[in-house]
């Protein structure tokens, strides 16, 4: 018998949606273009840079034909920027996400995570949908394009901790019947504090189900005993 899956996508799941993410690369070799379901891939040229998928753009690392040129929200000092703003201009809200591109008509038709948010291009300031699982891709794959990994791994960290400290935080507003404003929070962020949130918001449901149980119960027995709720009446009199 299967185990029944999790609700909403898994890490994995959502790192392999990540490689659907377009970066750019500076080629080391000339490529034709490729024919793939999405179209095709724009031809390969050194060293004029390129935007490919990053599961291509690993592949082509991986056979040294090609290099990663990191986004610029991925250098330390725009992280650290980021940083910053997390925790001393945004204690309670998440930083912005990046602005989504006007159309000819004047309305966005776009929306994250199908932004061009991870290229070469990309704003500096503002963390893209699937910032997490892709830093943590290019760290592992291809750390050498990097600028000061080790310094971008730590500001990672420092970044990720302080985002779901902000989502714990933010779940107690639930109890009062609130809202949690999810603005500028990632996809792996996403899928990693569900559990958790998924949990509260039960917890509080069953808590509410059986303070309701617990009234009726009570209601039902004063009504038995011929006893309608004035409760104030013995106050009223000794006034």
């Known amino acids: 018998m299967a185990l029944p899956l999790p609700p909403g996508l898994t890490p994995p799941e959502i790192a392999f949606l990540c490689e659907m993410e377009m970066v750019t690369v500076i080629p080391r070799q000339r490529l034709e273009a490729l024919e793939l379901l999405g179209g095709a891939t724009p031809p390969l040229h050194p060293p004029h840079r390129t935007p490919l998928p990053l599961w291509l753009a690993l592949?082509?690392?991986?056979?040294?034909?090609?290099?990663?040129?990191?986004?610029?929200?991925?250098?330390?000092?725009?992280?650290?920027?980021?940083?910053?703003?997390?925790?001393?201009?945004?204690?309670e809200s998440f930083s912005s996400p990046p602005p989504l591109p006007p159309s000819a008509d004047g309305s966005n038709?776009?929306?994250?995570?199908?932004?061009?948010?991870?290229?070469?291009?990309?704003?500096?300031?503002?963390?893209p949908y699937h910032w997490l699982e892709l830093g943590e891709i290019l760290?592992?794959?291809?750390?050498?394009?990097?600028?000061?990994?080790?310094?971008?791994?730590?500001?990672?960290?420092?970044?990720?901790?302080?985002?779901?400290?902000?989502?714990?935080?933010?779940?107690?507003v639930l109890d009062g019947g609130g809202v949690v404003s999810l603005k500028g929070v990632g996809g792996m962020e996403v899928g990693e504090g569900r559990g958790f949130i998924c949990g509260v918001v039960?917890?509080?449901?069953?808590?509410?189900?059986?303070?309701?149980?617990?009234?009726?119960?009570?209601?039902?027995?004063?009504?038995?005993?011929?006893?309608?709720?004035?409760?104030?009446?013995?106050?009223?009199?000794?006034?």
């Open 59 to 91: 592949l082509l690392k991986r056979q040294r034909r090609a290099n990663i040129l990191p986004p610029p929200w991925l250098h330390p000092s725009s992280l650290e920027a980021i940083l910053n703003i997390e925790t001393d201009v945004s204690k």
């Open 109 to 127: 038709i776009t929306s994250p995570p199908f932004l061009l948010s991870s290229t070469a291009d990309a704003p500096a300031e503002a963390l």
């Open 139 to 172: 760290l592992e794959a291809a750390p050498d394009d990097l600028v000061g990994p080790d310094a971008v791994r730590r500001f990672m960290r420092d970044l990720r901790e302080v985002r779901m400290a902000k989502m714990r935080a933010g779940v107690e």
């Open 202 to 239: 039960d917890g509080l449901r069953k808590i509410g189900a059986s303070k309701e149980q617990a009234r009726r119960e009570r209601e039902a027995e004063e009504r038995e005993n011929g006893y309608e709720g004035g409760g104030d009446d013995g106050d009223d009199m000794d006034i």
